[in-house]
């Protein structure tokens, strides 16, 4: 068959040769990802899971590559999302996810539950590729085998229940081993390689997004003392607010720096909030989809972990509600204290511009004064200058007598110096 995808662009084609979206192959192939394997009994499965840190998946594609490397193997593509390979007599799966890694190796079951894993592919020259976030070991068993598995865990935590329509029985005390991992036992009543895989797999599932959801208890704890601080400072500001005693505008830097602090906590634990969030509804799914039923005298598996898990998923949902709710409540107070301030500096404006008001009258009235002054001082030099010319005529021999001149002249001169200063003051005004 010719390849259907375009050597040029690298996309795939559609039928008839039509182009098709670059993204095609990757969502048509999306539902196939992670399909079930047959799992044949009696089996043991062991699935490692590792966190990428930050998102930087550089370190897991690496260890993978070292691992094909010394299988005498081509190195995986560098957008490569899953991976089985044959390992001596067993088989190894390597998938990556949204934030973690996971390597799951199958193999013929040990002789005994205490027995170690033999023959996998984790022993000296693997390289983990990031801190382990979760181990498990799932040992499928021929439904016989009842007795081993129930006196193999403790019984103070022992979850024994029927699954998949009761073609299997799968117990499992949630703790680590001695060597780190968490045990499942699945007693095979009939299942068949297909169902067996897809029971299994959901299982191991079940118990790795159990652990990745509880990743956000402990960030729920860590901001759990910062809020309640924020809460207390915001309803201090608030009846500081509400009393009118406080410098509005030192409230406001107050409100403000608690918001930069909440809004850093929320940064910081959004993206962990809302992935525990989701890894609690997968396992809600996972355990809807094993039709899992009690068995008389047993806790059931969902039981046990909405016990367990519950508790802790309110506590990250409370946390994000008291990020969010604090969050408003900021921000109303913020606006609060926003518009407090504007009133008073709307009030600050108003007194100021009284009071350049009040100094303008004030100039007005001490420019009026000085043009009064002005016009007498003007006249006086004016009179002056009409007397010494008086004085002049008279010393011609004129019979006309300076003083009845200058007296004659002060009405006229100062009307008219009068009239010029208001002319002049006319003009300024108009300009």
């Known amino acids: 068959m010719a390849d259907s995808r375009n050597q040029e662009t690298g996309f795939a084609r559609g039928p008839f040769g039509l182009p098709a979206h670059p993204l095609m192959p990757r969502i048509l192939g999306e539902i196939h990802s992670r399909p079930f394997q047959l799992v044949d009994t009696p089996r043991t499965i062991v699935q490692l899971a590792f966190l990428a840190e930050d998102g930087d998946f550089s370190a897991h594609l690496r260890s993978l590559q070292q691992f094909q490397e010394r299988q005498g193997k081509p190195a995986p593509a560098a957008g490569t999302r899953h991976l089985s390979v044959e390992w001596g007599n067993g088989r190894l799966r390597w998938e990556r996810h949204t934030e973690f890694t996971t390597w799951t190796f199958d193999a013929p079951a040990a002789a005994a539950l205490d027995d170690p894993l033999k023959g996998h592919p984790f022993g000296d020259g693997f390289d983990p590729p990031g801190p382990l976030i979760s181990a498990i070991r799932l040992d499928l068993l021929p439904g016989d085998a009842a007795d081993r598995a129930r006196t193999f865990f403790d019984p103070t935590s022992l979850s024994y229940s029927a699954m998949d329509g009761g073609l299997a029985i799968a117990a499992s005390d949630f703790r680590q081993d001695g060597d780190g991992f968490t045990r499942i036992v699945v007693l095979d009543r009939g299942l068949g390689p297909a169902r067996a895989g897809a029971l299994t797999q959901r299982l191991i599932e079940i118990e790795t997004y159990r652990t990745l959801a509880l990743l956000g208890l402990p960030e729920a704890q860590r901001i759990s003392p910062a809020l309640t601080r924020i809460e207390r400072e915001m309803s201090r500001i608030t009846i500081a607010l509400n009393a009118g005693e406080a410098d ?29 969030r989701a890894y609690d509804e997968i396992v809600g799914e996972r355990l809807s989809v094993v039709q899992e039923t009690a068995i008389s005298g047993y806790e059931t598996w969902g039981g046990f972990l909405w016990r367990r898990l519950g508790p802790a998923m309110r506590t990250c949902r409370a946390a994000t509600d008291r990020l969010e709710s604090l969050s408003e409540k900021l921000a109303r107070a913020a606006d609060l204290l926003r518009t407090r301030v504007d009133v008073e500096l709307e009030q600050q404006n108003r007194d100021l511009l009284r009071s350049m008001d009040r100094r303008a009258k004030l100039q007005l009235r001490l420019q009026q004064t000085v043009e009064g002054l002005s016009v007498a001082a003007v006249s006086y030099y004016v009179v002056g200058l009409i007397g010494y010319v008086a004085n002049g005529v008279e010393a011609t021999g004129l019979a006309l007598h300076p003083a009845v001149i200058v007296a004659a002249s002060v009405p006229p001169v100062v009307l008219a110096v009068a009239w010029i200063v208001r002319r002049i003051r006319r003009r300024h005004g108009e300009i």
């Open 248 to 276: 509005s505008a030192r409230l406001l830097d107050e409100l403000i720096a608690l918001s930069v602090e909440l809004e850093a906590d929320a940064v910081a634990t959004l993206y962990r909030f809302a992935a525990s």
